[in-house]
Every structure is written in C-alpha cells, then in structure tokens.
C-alpha cells in the first residue's frame, strides 16, 4: 500500500512539474501551438532542425490572424506579440507594467551581469539609463571616431599587401574589428586581432560570447528551476571571464586617476557620468533610420550625478562587450554578403564613397560617414532582413489585460511575472509591410519611401524606453568598417560561398552554416579585369 501512495505522490509531483505548465494557455483561451515534452516550442531549434529564427518565422505564419499567440520556452510560458500597435502598447505605452527584460539568472550567481542595463531592474536602472544616456550621444561619438577609425584602418591596411582574391571567413575577422573597437573605445586597451591573432582580450571575448553546451544546460537549469540554479549559483558568465574583465576596468581607472589621464572613451564617459558631469548634448548629427530613439525626457534631463561603482562601470562595459563583439560582427558580415551578391549595389555604395572620399581629400571624416544616404539605406536594409537580434522581451511586474479587437478574441487578463516577446525576424519578413521580404531592397529606406513603413515593424535595436542603448555605436562602427575596405575593395563571392544563403542551424542568433565565406578583391584589379567578373 505504501508503494502504491509514494507511486501516486511521485506521478502527481511529475504531471504538475512537466505537464501541468504546458496547459498554460488552453486555460486561458490563447491560440498556442501545440508544445513538445519538456522542451516546449523549442524542439526544433534544440535539435538543431532550425534555427531560432526560422521556428519563430514559422510559428509566426501559422497564425495570421491573431494579433498574439502563446508558447512555451522550455517549462515557461511566452507571450508573442504579432501586432504593431499592441507592440507599441506594451512595449511603450504601458512601460511602468512591463519595465524589465526576462533574466536568466540572479545578482548572486551573475553579478557583473544582472548589474549590466540590461539584465538590471526597478529604480536603479532608471537613474543609470539616464546617468548614461548622454554617453552615446552623436557628439560623444564624433569624440570617439579617431579610436574607431583608427582600428578600421589597420583592418583594411592588413589585407593591402596581399595579392589576388583573399579569401576570408568573414565572422572571424569582422569580430576581430569589434574587439579592437570596443577594447579601445570601452576597455582603453589597444589590440590588433588580426595579427596578434592570440591576443588574451579577444580570446576572452570568444569564451564569453560562445554557446557551450555546458553554458546551455545552465540556462535550461535556470529557466526550469530559478530556485535550484540560485542554490548553486550556476552563473551564465565563467567566474574566470568576469573576473579578467572586472580586472581591467579597476586597473584602467586606478591609471587614469594616478596619472591624471583623459582618453575620449566609454570609461571616461562613465567616470563623468558618475561625477554628474554628463548631459545630453547632441549635436544634431544622427546615425541614421535605423537608430533607436531617445525618449524626449532624457533628452531634456540634466547631468545627472548616479551613484556609479567600479563594479557598475565594469558591469556597463562588460555588457557593451557581448552586445557588440557578436551582433555587430553579424550584421557586418550579413551585409558583406549582400554586397557580394547583389553587384549593382555594391558599386552604387562604392561610387558614393569615391564621391565622398574626393570631396574630403581622401579623408575618412565623422561628417563624411555620416552623410552617405546610399550607405544608411544599406545598413539599414541589412538591419531589416538580417537582424542579429532575432527577438526581444518585456516581463510585466503588475497583472494587465489585453482587451478584445477581433470578432474572435475575448478579452484577457494576465497576471504578474508574463514574458511578452516581440519576433523581429519574423516581422521584418511579414510580405503586409515589406513585399518580396526576401529581397535585398535598400530603396525601402530611401528617403522619399519611409512614410511606407509603419511604425512598430522596424525593430533592430527594440522599442520604447528599454531600446538599446548603443544603436548608434553599433551603426557607426558598422558604417565605418563598409566605408574603409569599399574604398580599396570590392567584396566578391569564392568557391566556399553558399548562394543562396544557407543560415546555421545551431544557435540562437542568426549565423550562416560553414560560416561567412566571402573574397577581397582589390579594386585596381577588378577595374582592370571588369569583362571577366560576374
């Protein structure tokens, strides 16, 4: 008898912590799709069928007609938005319900992480954001060209000297341009990754920006039981790794207020914001369409004197660092793609940059960059069929209700704790606001068309008041690095090129399988051999 009750008790303990959850949504009447045991609605990508992007495409399809639909990432529940305005409701409207992104992880595990901007909740992160705003301002920016311009230049200068097609995963180089960047821009570190190739800062940005298998079984630990990973304080970024750059923030501080040194970059930002000496002073210059927008009250705030730690400073670094040493690199490589593959356009973008560079006395400028149209026009377009960062979120702190619209729907009540996850990917590929979506169309953002984009489907950098911080850091070193090598080469498919493009399988952001294998083909010789080049 006793056997039978422990039996009982064990099935009812089971069902009610991997069954029950997964009846989430019929409770409440939501349009799901059906979840897989365990894993949810992420089977597919789990076992590498698909990638994130693609299962969230295809769910996105498979309900047309709703404006919301629920699904289940592991045990949790999720909440996809399909709906531009509701987006906008929520994501902006309605910001005090939904302040904070979904974390993985505790401040005790993860300390350098959850007190990054991004993973940071409630009050702090209001005062911080707006301690920091004016760090990305374009007139902080034009201080910090040289130090970008700089690393662009020994890029380009690397492959000068070699002759013929050069053949390059571009992945591995473009992250190597990223972590010269924002080593110097953030870390005052000087590096040249290409050819000091095993140098310890990039090696480090490879092990904490990689996906481990070690590193997932985390997350999945922390998603199904947040109580458990606490206990054992199983932390996303490696202790090692955390510490290393934890390191050299206090180093570089404790330099620079020893020595008196001032260096146009991100941790003198941070040094002055802390100080209450930073406010919001743009020049009136922007990076393009595809910025993120600063909310008009931070604009207009004073300097704003935060309570700022080392330990702050190093978390805001730290957290630039993987936002920008992958995504960045991504989007670069996605639109060195494009390029290759689409040859009227790439000599349109080339001609626009001659037409700049002899204007300029072949100087590469902060107002030149800034200025090219067809260049914004490419970027941006990259921005919209490959965004790197395929989806975002919003956790609500207090219940909500999302009234009835549709003749279908009822309305619903949520409560406390709902994750709302907007799919960029899949709405940047919705034929309703872009048609032929799978085109590489940069006269979408012409000037005279942008009124054809409706507010609330262009998401690369999020929305509301949680947007990314550094959309324009993001832009410009992508701008930058374009401009450079456009000048002296052009970007052409090699033997190992997959067209079309076949996107990786196997990871949460958007790769390409075998990776980004592209040639640099000088372009005196190009001009010289134009007949044989197609």
Known sequence: ??????????????????????TYWRKRGVPHEKPTFLFGNLAP????????????????????????????YFLKPGLVLRDPELIKLIFVKEFETFPEHNTFTSVE?????????????GEKWHVLRCALSPAFTSSKLKAMFALMQECAQQFVEYFENQTGVITLEMKDAFTRYTNDVIGSTAFGITCNSLKDRDNTFYAMGL?????????????????????????????????????????????????????????????????????????????????????????????????????????DIAAQAFSFFLAGFDTSATAMCFAAY???????????????IDTSLASNQGEI?????????????????????????????????????????LPHEQTTHFEAGTVCWIPIYAIHRD????????????????????????????LP??????????????????????????????????KETKIPFVQGRNGLFLSAEGGFWLGLQHRERYINNIGNYK
């Open 207 to 311: 092990q904490a920006t990689s996906i481990t298998l070690f590193r997932g079984l985390r997350v999945f630990m922390q998603t199904i039981s947040p109580r458990l990973a606490k206990i054992f304080q199983l932390s996303i970024v490696p202790k090692f790794i955390e510490t290393y750059f934890v390191n050299i923030i206090r180093e570089s501080i404790s330099i620079r207020k020893e020595k008196g040194i001032v260096r146009p970059d991100m941790i003198h930002l941070l040094l002055e914001a802390r100080q209450g000496r930073l406010k919001y002073d743009d020049v009136g210059e922007d990076s393009g369409f595809a910025i993120a927008q600063e909310s008009e009250a931070r604009k207009s705030h004073g300097a704003l004197k935060a309570s700022i730690t080392d330990e």
């Open 338 to 352: 494009e390029l290759a593959v689409n040859c009227d356009i790439q000599r349109r973008l080339q001609s626009e």
């Open 365 to 405: 400028t902060f107002e030149a960059v800034l200025g090219l149209a067809y260049l914004d026009q490419v970027v941006s377009e990259t921005l919209r069929k490959w965004p790197p960062i395929t989806f975002t979120d919003r956790k609500s702190v207090a219940p909500f209700t999302i009234e009835a619209k």
């Open 109 to 121: 595990a993860d300390p350098i992480w959850s007190n990054s901007l991004f993973a940071m909740p």
């Open 45 to 72: 990508v789990i076992l590498q069928q698909m990638s994130m992007a693609d299962a969230s495409l295809l769910t996105y399809q498979q309900f047309k007609n709703e404006r919301y639909i629920g699904v289940y």
């Open 461 to 494: 950098f999020g929305m509301g008041p949680k947007n990314c911080i550094a959309s324009r850091f993001a832009i410009l070193e992508t701008k930058l690095i374009l401009f450079n090598i456009l000048s002296k080469f052009n970007i052409v498919p090699v």
């Open 431 to 458: 034929s309703l606001y872009y048609p032929d979506p799978g085109v590489f169309d940069p006269e979408r953002f012409h000037k005279d068309n942008l009124h054809k984009i409706k507010p609330g489907t262009y």
């Open 1 to 22: 008898m006793l056997i039978i009750v422990l039996f009982v008790i064990v099935a009812i303990l089971i069902y009610y912590q991997f069954f029950e959850p997964f």
